[in-house]
């Protein structure tokens, strides 16, 4: 059994997220979508939340042959692969600017873990400069990002803010 945590915060999803996970299927026989809970940040949306909206959209993606799940996690991503039981990580590199952050956080869980190689698919080039981040700031000051976030994720951003105001 070929599987492979796919970490992250996805405070959203994004598109990106999701051209990634299109572009790991044929490689896994399993991806477990792996969701951070950290209680340092204060993110948009509970991590209750983030896993419900992936959970929402994975099968639309069809699989492909390759079962797709999503779970939350605390502590260390190299733990949880370990329980998982993962032959993988899987992380998404968009331009060059990631690469560096990218190769320590790879190096530092092959140390903590050697028997898990990290794996990096370039996204789409559409999506070079998508980020969840991004798209709050846009999204949260009126701008356009139809396209790069799930619909579904896009009204529950509007339900969030619509709620957060009343
Ligand atoms: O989507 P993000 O925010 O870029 O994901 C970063 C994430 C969650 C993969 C990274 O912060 C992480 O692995 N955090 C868990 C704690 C950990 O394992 N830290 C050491 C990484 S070398």
Known sequence: ??????????????????????????????????????????????????????????????GNGCHLRVESFSGLTADFAR????????????????YEYELRMALMNRRLEPSIETVFLMAGEEFSYVSSTLMKQVFLLGGRVAGLIPESVESRMREKISSASS
Request: hydrophobic share 45%.
């Open 83 to 98: 329980r998982c039981e993962a032959k993988a990580i899987i992380r998404g590199i968009r331009a060059v600017a990631d």
């Open 1 to 62: 059994m070929r599987r492979a945590i796919f970490p992250g915060s996805f405070d959203p999803l994004t598109n990106g997220h999701l051209d990634v996970i299109q572009r790991s299927l044929p490689l896994f026989d399993e991806i477990i979508i792996a969701v951070l809970n950290n209680p340092d940040k204060a993110p948009m949306f509970t991590v209750e939340e983030r896993v419900e909206m992936i959970d929402e959209i994975l099968p639309s993606l069809g």
